[in-house]
T-cell receptor, first 116, second 114 residues
Framework: AQKVTQAQTEISVVEKEDVTLDCVYE???????LFWYKQPPSGELVFLIR??????QNEISGRYSWNFQKSTSSFNFTITASQVVDSAVYFC?????????????FGQGTTLQVKP | ETGVTQTPRHLVMGMTNKKSLKCEQH?????MYWYKQSAKKPLELMFV???????ENNSVPSRFSPECPNSSHLFLHLHTLQPEDSALYLC?????????????FGEGSWLTVV
């Protein structure tokens, strides 16, 4: 069975601190895609990144970086020098390469609160 | 501004009411989705439409009835709901149902069943 686990339910940091959000996934498929979404209080899911299972290169986008490690089935997300605007719920998600429906399998989400 | 718009943003309905949620995408996509987000549960896929044809019905109760009249519009018709159906309902679209590079979500419709 496929599963995504975000063990951290809530994280609270002070502005300018670095913070890492953990994501562990389970699948027996060799081809899959991993996503991170941000959900601000308004409700919209904002796409942050997509990674396929054959590309283990880490990625950096501004203050955001992602560490994909197939050996530990993890796809962690780090925010450097956090800001109050980063406060949101963050979801990690998985799609199997064999899927023909575009079904995203989501983790429970991590609520990040960044205090001024 | 999001390419996927949902109306209404907030809805309160009684258990005997009939209401509908509407989703419209302005991205030229061919696939549309309904997801449900309940408190303390992961987002769950409800329905998938591809070129106006339903391709996935994820064991959703019949009190939820989707409709996709064209590739730009998706509805979720609601009738005789239960309080436990209160949730955020999110619409999404993608270029194709196998194109995972372009999955975009709307802002959601907050539903409260009283």
């Amino acid at each position: 069975a496929q599963k995504v686990t975000q063990a951290q339910t809530e994280i609270s940091v002070v502005e300018k601190e670095d913070v890492t959000l953990d994501c562990v996934y389970e699948t027996r498929d060799t081809t899959y895609y991993l996503f991170w979404y941000k959900q601000p209080p308004s409700g919209e899911l904002v796409f942050l990144i997509r990674r396929n299972s054959f590309d283990e290169q880490n990625e950096i986008s501004g203050r955001y970086s992602w560490n994909f490690q197939k050996s530990t089935s993890s796809f962690n997300f780090t925010i450097t020098a956090s800001q109050v605007v980063d406060s949101a719920v963050y979801f990690c998600a998985l799609i199997l390469g064999s899927s023909n429906t575009g079904k995203l399998i989501f983790g429970q989400g991590t609520t990040l609160q960044v205090k001024p | 501004e999001t390419g996927v718009t949902q109306t209404p943003r907030h809805l309160v309905m009684g258990m005997t009411n009939k209401k509908s949620l509407k989703c419209e995408q302005h991205l030229g996509h061919n696939a549309m989705y309904w997801y449900k987000q309940s408190a303390k549960k992961p987002l769950e896929l409800m329905f998938v439409y591809s070129l106006e044809e339903r391709v996935e019905n994820n064991s959703v109760p019949s009190r939820f009835s989707p409709e996709c009249p064209n590739s730009s519009h998706l509805f979720l018709h609601l009738h005789t709901l239960q309080p436990e159906d209160s949730a955020l309902y999110l619409c999404a679209s993608s270029q194709e149902r196998t194109d995972w590079n372009t999955i975009y979500f709307g802002e959601g419709s907050w539903l409260t069943v009283v």
